[in-house]
């Protein structure tokens, strides 16, 4: 099955324009291949990292598949990609009005921003269908990061909402280059096919950089702080909040630790202004 695949870039960097059904198609097809797949899921922060760090940046173009994890990324895939007026006055006008009335449609008519990519995938729900399309593939999954007994109480939150998934171990460990060799054999023993790594951004991407290979998995994803979910150690916003682009919001207001780490979105969307005015 060969998909056409359609990219966009964010400044620096590209994202692939795939709903949820044509990655899990893509995947199929990869394995098929047997071709190894590394899945980054960039949100505004992470997309702010690659802008001011270019290892992170070239780290994302030579990633098999980027998704859109957030609505931020999908705004600024449909801001960047209207046309603005030849003249310089005029540009900056209707590059103001535009880039104003497309922040409002995240929340008021969030339809607006699905194109050129079609929909948002988090990690933390793309984990469920990861862990069915294990399950009907015949599949094993390794969880690899968080805190203490994290990865295994996950681990077994999925088992039992996808019966039959087929868990080939867990482990917290570090991304430390230190401790890499052991993480690595422990993973290869198990003879993993999907690892799902929950280091913080972009440490575990990085990481799967590096080591995807030599794990021999067939599939990695980094997947942030998922596995606390799974867990219960943390809740997600409510579902109408996700819709709309606000779960950062709530996120904050349940962890304040988090307010630093928010400087990132205003600073994503100021740099994606600027870049579009600059560049006409």
Do not use: H
């Amino acid at each position: 099955m060969k998909l056409n695949r359609k990219k966009v870039n964010i400044i620096n960097f590209p994202i692939d324009c795939f709903s949820k059904i044509e990655v899990l198609r893509y995947l199929f097809t990869r394995l098929n291949l047997k071709a190894s797949t590394f899945i980054t899921t960039v949100n505004s922060e992470f997309a702010y990292f690659a802008f001011t760090d270019n290892k992170v940046a070239e780290m994302l173009k030579k990633r098999s598949l980027n998704l859109a994890d957030g609505a931020g990324i999908l705004w600024a895939a449909k801001f960047l990609s209207l046309n603005l007026p030849k003249n310089k006055f005029w540009q900056v006008i209707v590059g103001v009005s535009k880039f104003k009335l497309s922040l409002l449609s995240i929340i008021f008519y969030p339809k607006y921003i699905k194109n050129p990519i079609p929909e948002r995938i988090t990690g933390s729900d793309f984990v469920w269908d990861l862990s069915k399309f294990a399950r009907d593939n015949n599949l094993s999954i390794f969880l690899l990061g968080a805190g203490p007994t994290v990865a295994e109480q996950a681990s077994l939150k999925l088992q039992t909402e996808v019966l039959g998934l087929k868990i080939a171990g867990t482990y917290g460990g570090t991304p430390k280059i230190k401790d890499e060799k052991n993480i690595i054999d422990l993973i290869k023993k198990t003879k993993a096919d999907i690892l799902l790594v929950a280091y913080d951004v972009p440490n575990e991407e990085l990481w799967l950089e590096r080591n995807l290979g030599k794990t021999e998995a067939k599939i990695g994803i980094g997947v942030g702080g998922t596995f606390d979910f799974l867990a219960d150690r943390r809740k997600r916003a409510p579902r109408f909040l996700q819709i709309i682009g606000l779960e950062w919001l709530f996120r904050l207001i349940i962890e304040p630790s988090r307010f630093k780490r928010q400087f990132a979105l205003p600073k994503f969307v100021w740099k994606v202004f600027k870049y579009k005015i600059q560049s006409l």
